[in-house]
């Protein structure tokens, strides 16, 4: 299974854009790139998919480089409400094997 | 259109015991997901159901074992628990193979003591 790598933490300030950015060098061609984000005692909640190139969605946008090496979550104009685990993790289907890393623990201060 | 569900919110037992969590899935889901997540780590895969059966298996020993239902909702059973056992256990389901989004239950905390 493609390993990911992402920051352990990252800080940012309200009002701010957040890039988070994942590698996956390994990465297989029917490999999907996924992100979901969690709060303390609850499940992870799905933010957004891609392929390649780029999607938007209304919470965040996903940018993928054509090697699909890597991959940047956008969060736009963050807020306290964003301080959560994000975890990137790649998937073939839903019935694929999810391997979920440690995650980036994003920290937004006032 | 209720999310997916879990139960119970919150267990302790005993080292040795039994446990069994009841996960249902997101209505038109039909693939179950089990995930064990201790304390300041990501969630480890267990196994994933669909069409009662077991598809896919992580790297969890014979003590965890699952089911699920006609209805699609499923159990996790847990057998001779250990002290490391304690985590969040999460519930996942997912709309079939064309999709690959995976909704999220609450979560399951068992404490074992």
Known sequence: ??????????????????????????????????????????GPRFIIQGYKTKVTNEVASLFIPADRKSSTLSLPRVSLSDTAVYYCLLSKTSYDKVIFGPGTSLSVIP | DAGVTQSPTHLIKT?????????????????????????????????????????????FPDRFSGHQFPNYSSELNVNALLLGDSALYLCASSPGLARYEQYFGPGTRLTVT
Request: hydrophobic share 25%; with cysteine.
């Open chain 1, 1 to 42: 299974l493609a390993k990911t790598t992402q920051p352990i933490s990252m800080d940012s300030y309200e009002g701010q854009e957040v890039n988070i950015t994942c590698s996956h060098n390994n990465i297989a061609t029917n490999d999907y790139i996924t992100w979901y984000q969690q709060f303390p005692s609850q």
């Open chain 2, 15 to 59: 080292r040795g015991q039994q446990v069994t969590l009841r996960c249902s899935p997101k209505s038109g889901h039909d693939t179950v997901s089990w995930y064990q997540q201790a304390l300041g780590q990501g969630p480890q895969f267990i196994f994933q159901y669909y069409e009662e059966e077991e598809r896919q298996r992580g790297n």
